[in-house]
């Protein structure tokens, strides 16, 4: 077993040089593309689809709770913020 420079087989990079030979082909190209990788993509994404619906039903909930703990906190700071402002008139007048 001879090895290349890369440490890489001597036999695995002619098969790898006769791949990338083969896929300069046009034809032979579209060929895997249309019969391997098209139907592996979709049958992926068949398969993903549900969990992809479901992350993004979290990721929704999320900015919509976000968003109402933020209004919540604007809203209860500024009753917060006028009682304090009361109290403090109210010691200013005991004053």
Known sequence: MTSSSSGVPVWVEKLLDRGVQLLQNETL???VQIQLLDPLVQYILERMFPYL?????????????????LVLLVVKGDVVSTAAAASAATAVRAI
């Open 53 to 69: 619906i479901l992350v993004g039903v979290v990721f929704g909930l999320m900015i919509l709770m976000s968003a109402s703990i």
């Open 29 to 31: 190209r579209r060929k």
